[in-house]
């Protein structure tokens, strides 16, 4: 009994506390952000049911209009930047200027990786308060969670108070080509920016969130040997022929880097023998050799992904000297692929970042919010800012599962959640005397 009570008392007192915790301020941004969810998820169904897969470049635009009228409602000025240049829709960019506190970035995507013809298209509830939807998850409940909590700023007067960058990306799915062009508006707001901050789904878990995400690039192996009777192998004017040295270059790359901490990389085709073809548009190879002749060629394609700039340089260094170590008479060429995505790198000010979003986590009685695994999360648009800002923080947006397949479920009780949490940080940022 009297640990009953105990824990009774624990627990009030818990509540009295995490309440006490937040300014007055503060309180009244949860209260804006309350009143205003309902209108905020009739605006996240209209937005589903418009279909808006990245080759849909009208729904793109469609949802795209949406988004600007709100933003225009809220004072912001709203600009469609057009994206022929990539063969995309294009990006919607909302931004906000005030003479004083700081930059804020924040990035979401208005497209999805559902088409036209496919069979995932409507918004439907399920036990009361999970919605299933294309994009529901990734990201339009993320993209409406930044607009419930500015909402909330602008109606409590704290607007002026931070200049805000809203950027909707209309390509995040499948990014256009050239890539630098389809980025090229990001990477400048990033630039412009501060502090950037991602409503990605993250990995879908409310007590996550991303504030290191590995980068990727693609490389490209050749080697060749001299061609030569099998018999004549290893002779002193034949060598060891293009398929061992590819062997051993492929055990050293495992030998000394397969223990480096979240790194990866990954030869994902291999061709060898007498002549060798590659097509890089169907990725597909052809060969053609036979057991008794030695190898002339070989070409090996594959992948990598690295956590920090340094760490993809410390790398790829190591890789370049393996390849020249080359077996008697065989040469090796390693070429890495310059249209990758950059690593989003784990800094200090990610950290605080993060430490302040997981206080007023706290302080709302959300419990705290914790750092995701960079070894488990990929690429995403933060990664083309996140150098160029002191802070920057992704995987914000909506909760949920099964992102990217017809199972996709965002759950709403996440939305005003996220929303007071968002509307909090902007808060606590502009109070912070460095901006
Ligand atoms: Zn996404």
Redesign the pocket.
């Known amino acids: 009994m009297l640990r009953l009570f105990l824990l009774l008392f624990c627990t009030i007192n818990y509540v009295f506390v995490a309440e006490a915790q937040l300014a007055k301020t503060e309180k009244k941004l949860v209260r804006s952000v309350d009143q205003n969810t309902e209108m905020a998820i009739d605006l996240l169904k209209t937005v589903v049911n418009i279909n808006s897969g990245t080759f849909n470049l009208k729904g793109v635009r469609q949802v795209g209009e949406i988004f600007a009228r709100e933003y225009k409602d809220l004072g912001f000025e709203v600009q469609w930047i057009p994206g022929d240049a990539f063969g995309r829709a294009g990006h919607l960019v909302a931004t906000k200027i005030s003479s004083k506190g700081p930059k804020i970035l924040l990035i979401g995507?208005l497209d999805t990786v559902f088409e036209p013809d496919s069979p995932f298209q409507q918004y439907e509830i399920k036990d009361g308060h999970m919605i299933h939807g294309p994009g529901a998850l990734?990201?339009k409940g993320g993209d409406v969670i930044m607009l419930l909590a500015l909402k909330a700023l602008k109606e409590n007067n704290l607007l002026d108070k931070v200049s805000v960058k809203v950027f909707l990306v209309g390509d995040?799915?499948l990014s256009g080509n050239p890539l630098e062009l389809s980025k090229k508006d990001l990477v400048e707001a990033g630039k412009w920016a501060d502090i950037a901050i991602g409503f990605?789904?993250g990995d879908g878990k409310l007590e996550n969130a991303n504030i290191s995400r590995r980068g990727s690039a693609d490389w490209t192996l050749k080697v060749t040997g001299i061609p030569a009777h099998s018999s004549q192998i290893f002779q002193p004017e034949i060598g060891a022929g293009a398929i061992f040295e590819t062997a051993r270059i492929l055990n050293e790359f495992y030998k000394k880097l397969g223990t480096e901490v979240n790194f990866t990389f990954n030869p994902g085709l291999i061709s060898g023998g007498n002549s060798v073809s590659y097509n890089v548009e169907t990725q597909k190879s052809e060969a053609f050799g036979k057991n008794n002749i030695v190898s002339k060629e070989v070409i090996v394609t594959g992948d990598m992904r690295a956590v920090s700039k340094d760490q993809l340089e410390r790398t790829r260094q190591i890789m370049m000297e393996i390849i020249r170590d080359n077996y008697p008479h065989t040469t090796a060429t390693l070429t890495f692929g310059d249209d990758g995505y950059p690593p989003m790198t784990m800094t200090e000010g990610n950290k605080q970042l993060l430490a302040m979003y997981s206080k007023i986590s706290e302080d709302l009685d959300y419990g705290p919010v914790y750092p995701v695994n960079p070894r488990n999360s990929g690429a995403?648009d933060i990664s083309f800012v996140a150098d160029d800002v002191k802070m920057a923080i992704d995987g914000i947006g909506m909760c949920g599962t099964g992102?990217h397949t017809i199972e996709e479920t965002a759950d709403l009780n996440c939305l005003p959640i996220e929303a007071k949490r968002t509307a909090l940080l902007l808060y606590r940022l502009s109070l912070l005397s460095e901006f």
């Open positions: 995507h990734d990201m995040e799915e990605e789904d995403a992102g």
